[in-house]
């Protein structure tokens, strides 16, 4: 047995001591800190949890809000279903409507036409009628000739200073010149002499028309108005009524007035 020195033998209990005084010193510093460290851990641990937790929260009042809207979204769809087919039943119903709407304007526009039709065919009897009594100028143009001269020339009715019917005149300067007028009206400056017949036709206008200016030869006493003419007749057709108003005569024809001014609007008689 090898016999140490009893320094030496102290010199390496010290060394020992010292190293195992450091392995203990480095192990509680890494014991410290693991324990800190796992202290964090936890705490992160419990910070997570506590996250996962308003997480979890967040999510379930997330799935409630996507349940209440997918029943807001249904509630939706089933309106949006009524009111396509309440859309539907109106589509429906607007075409019932128009096709209504359309027979009756048919209906409107045929029993429109009879009626003018049947009033046309009335108007002609009636003036048919008339001439054969002779008495249309006294019993329907006369009544209205104050009327017809305020709507064409403005005359009011309160100076209307005579109507005659049938009346016979004879030429002052030449009394082997007679002529008949059917009606003849004074108002202010105007005379109005009418000629009335069952039927008109164009020559007939046009005959009355070239008569005018001699119609004032027999009226000395009127030689300072104007004379305006006027042809009258129960029916009277669109063109004979254009062709007088041309020849700048006031139209007559049966109405619902008696007898009715059939010029166009804003009409002036000619002064002859």
């Not at 419990?46 to 509630?75: I, Q, T, W």
């Not at 000395?220 to 004379?227: G, I, M, N, R, T």
């Amino acid at each position: 047995m090898i016999d140490v020195p009893l320094e030496r033998r102290v010199t390496s209990l010290e060394d020992l001591v010292a190293e195992a005084w450091h392995v203990i010193t480095e192990s509680g510093r890494q014991i410290a800190q693991l324990s800190a460290e796992m202290r964090d851990f936890k705490d992160e641990m419990r910070d997570f949890k506590d996250e996962m937790r308003d997480f979890k929260d967040e999510m379930r009042y997330f799935k409630d809000e996507m349940r209440d809207f997918k029943d807001e979204m249904r509630y939706f769809k089933d309106e949006m279903r009524d009111f396509k087919d309440e859309m539907g039943d109106f589509k429906d119903e607007m075409g019932d409507f128009k096709d209504e709407m359309r027979d009756f304007k048919d209906e409107s526009q045929a029993w429109r036409k009879q009626s003018e039709a049947e009033i046309r065919k009335m108007r002609k009897q009636w003036g048919e009628l008339s001439n054969r009594l002779g008495t249309m100028a006294e019993d329907l143009v006369a009544p209205s000739v104050s009327r017809i001269l305020r709507q064409t020339v403005g005359c009011p009715g309160d100076r209307v200073e005579s109507v005659a019917v049938r009346v016979r005149r004879l030429h002052p300067a030449d009394p082997g010149r007679e002529q008949e007028f059917d009606v003849v009206a004074v108002c202010g400056e105007h005379v109005l002499i009418n000629e009335t017949k069952s039927r008109l036709d164009p020559q007939v206008v046009l005959d009355f028309a070239q008569r005018l200016p001699e119609a004032r030869e027999f009226f000395p006493e009127y030689a300072d108005k104007y004379f305006i003419g006027a042809i009258a007749s129960l029916y009277v057709d669109e063109s004979i009524v254009r062709y007088g108003e041309k020849l700048g005569l006031i139209v007559l024809g049966f109405g619902e007035d008696v007898m009715d001014i059939l010029n166009s609007p804003g009409f002036s008689p000619k002064r002859f």
